[in-house]
């Protein structure tokens, strides 16, 4: 059973930075597309960014282009989102999402909250 456990959340001023990671209890990252959605108060779950198994491709919705990056480090069987010159509408709860399948992925994790204050 494959278990993603996600870490890196907090309360950040705006401007700041946050670094979100998921790692796969039971599983190996490297094997897997790996996403990260976003959900905020009263709005649906929606995509931020994807990166392949190798991480030679990678995705990022338009609102976070230039200040977030999905990187990965299979060598410590690791996802990673760089969050940096974060803004209030970034606040919201972070899901880390792996092994795509047709309309979805198999594996979530628990999500981590981020607080942007102003």
């Known amino acids: 059973q494959v278990q993603l456990v996600e870490s890196g959340g907090g309360l950040v001023q705006a401007g700041g930075s946050l670094t979100l990671s998921c790692a796969p209890s039971?599983?190996?990252?490297?094997?897997?597309?790996t996403a990260w959605f976003r959900q905020a108060p009263g709005r649906d779950r929606t995509t931020v960014a994807t990166?392949?198994?190798?991480?030679?491709?990678?995705y990022h919705i338009d609102s976070v282009k230039g200040r977030f990056a999905i990187s990965r480090d299979n060598a410590k069987n690791t996802v990673y989102l760089q969050m940096n010159s974060l803004k209030p509408e970034d606040t919201a709860v972070y899901y880390c999402?792996?092994?795509?399948?047709?309309?979805?992925?198999?594996?979530w994790g628990q999500g981590t909250q981020v607080t942007v204050s102003s």
């Open positions: 039971g599983g190996t990252a490297s094997r897997y597309t």
């Open positions: 990166i392949t198994p190798t991480g030679d491709i990678t």
């Open positions: 999402a792996m092994d795509r399948l047709l309309g979805g992925y198999r594996y």
